[in-house]
């Protein structure tokens, strides 16, 4: 008698632990990798034409406030926490995207399309425009940049590569909403563009 109670015992426990497992299993946690203040936001390469020559575009996310955070995955209650152990619920007020516009032949992947571009491509370096967009669900509106800087290189001095950093100030923003920013030519064709989102 008591031997059978013993082995009833241990296979209602079985039971639970396994309806326990299959009720966990269809949660979607996992912890996603940890945020840094710099983080790389894309790589495209674009042919000009006529000229023949590949422009690499590569952006960086700049975004000291979220340094140590993590995201965690978890359905609708996703989030994310800060270094400090503590949810963040707004977006920080300050970030920049820092691009890299380059005509050197080191070329990770190939063009993903060509676009007509009547400007020397040295010159094209030095004139491209950049549009941010906010997308707080299905709604989107554009942001007007702080500032854009040229850095590196001086523009008076010949070169092959320019970097931009484009700084954006966004005041009180949910952590949720998605920015993108779309760098263009001279004339307004769009070249590609770059995510920014924390979760």
């Given amino acids: 008698m008591k031997a059978r109670f013993t082995g009833a015992y241990w296979f209602a426990l079985l039971l639970v632990s396994c309806c326990l497992i299959a009720a966990g299993a269809g949660t979607d946690f996992k912890s996603g990798p940890g945020l840094h203040s710099a983080m790389p936001a894309g790589y495209d390469v674009v042919t000009l034409k006529p000229s023949g020559v590949n422009l690499s575009l590569m952006g960086l996310i700049e975004c000291p406030e979220v ?68 997308y707080n669900g299905l709604e989107m509106s554009e942001i007007t940049p702080e500032s854009i800087d040229l850095i590196g290189m001086p523009a008076d001095v010949p070169y092959d590569e320019r970097i931009y950093r484009v700084a954006v100030k966004i005041g009180d923003t949910p952590i949720t909403d998605r920015f993108v920013i779309e760098i263009l030519s001279p004339q307004g064709e769009l070249l590609t563009h770059f995510p920014f989102s924390v979760l």
């Fill in 67 to 134: 340094e140590g955070a993590q995201r965690v995955f978890e359905g609708i209650k996703s989030r994310v926490i800060s270094a400090d152990g503590e949810r963040v619920v707004k977006f920080p007020h300050r970030f920049s995207f820092r691009i890299t516009a380059s005509l050197r032949k080191i070329v990770l992947d190939g063009p993903i399309y060509a676009v007509n571009i009547p400007d020397d491509p040295q010159e094209l370096l030095l004139k491209l425009r950049f549009r941010i967009k906010a």
